[in-house]
């Protein structure tokens, strides 16, 4: 589908209120009864053993997985799994997602991956060819704008992977273990473009194994175990 660009979207996404949501597939239930509320701003770690939910709950959050029950409001009135199709449509342009296995399109060039999903997206060329310069000198990739994605290294690709969840300018930016294939330094850096997109005010969630980070940050730390938010602090540690 194609639209045409607006440059006037409905804001959707102040808050997230998640309210006694059961996630599902089939008959076996991933997540029971999860209350969690994301207020704009915040920073939140989500952590868990390798499948208490983590990943389905982003896919949740992202409009990919319908919950068997429960609310989930992103704003006061409506639950976002009612949302029109162009309330969707508002909602998800504001969500920018890095996955971990960044999706890139391996044979082309950085800036040819960036203006391909910003093609779908239905922008207009010469906006792409505009915005494309600031979206990749934000995340310091700029002097790296024609070479091919084989050729970069872990770090750089998952760059352009959150180059490419800032097309929309996004209020909210969700990572589903962001540093997961990275080492030690790399993750720093990207750890700290993400602090700097949470200081200019966007709120960030991030699903992450690596406890390092987590204690460093002190964030706020939800934790899923056994299909249940076990936990859910301010200023939290790596505890399972
Ligand atoms: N499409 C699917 N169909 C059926 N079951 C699934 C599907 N995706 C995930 N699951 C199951 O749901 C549970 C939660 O998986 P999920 O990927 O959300 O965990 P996770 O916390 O992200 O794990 P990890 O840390 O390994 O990424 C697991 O038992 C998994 O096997
Ligand atoms: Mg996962």
Known sequence: MIFSIMPLYIKITDIMKIENITLAYGNKNILKDANIHIDPGEFIFLIGGSGSGKTSFIKMLIWDLRPKSGKFFATEDRDVYAYTEKELLAYRRNIGVIFQDYKLLRSKTVRENVS???????????YIAE??????????????????VETLSGWEAQR???????????????????????DPRNA???IDLLLELNAQG??????????????????????????????DKENGVYEL
Do not use: C, Q, W
Request: no cysteine; glycine share 4%; aromatic share 4%.
């Open 116 to 126: 391909f999903a910003m093609e779908v997206s239905g922008y207009k060329d010469s």
């Open 131 to 148: 915005k494309i310069p600031e979206i990749l000198s934000r995340v310091g990739l700029l002097h790296k704008k024609e070479s091919f």
């Open 160 to 182: 352009i992977s959150i180059a490419r969840a800032l097309i929309h300018d996004p209020d909210i930016i969700i990572g589903d273990e962001p540093t997961g294939n990275l």
């Open 188 to 190: 720093e850096e990207i």
């Open 202 to 231: 966007k709120t960030i969630i991030i699903a992450t194994h690596d406890d390092r980070i987590v204690n460093r940050l002190r964030k706020r730390v939800v934790t899923f175990k056994d299909a249940r938010i076990v936990s």
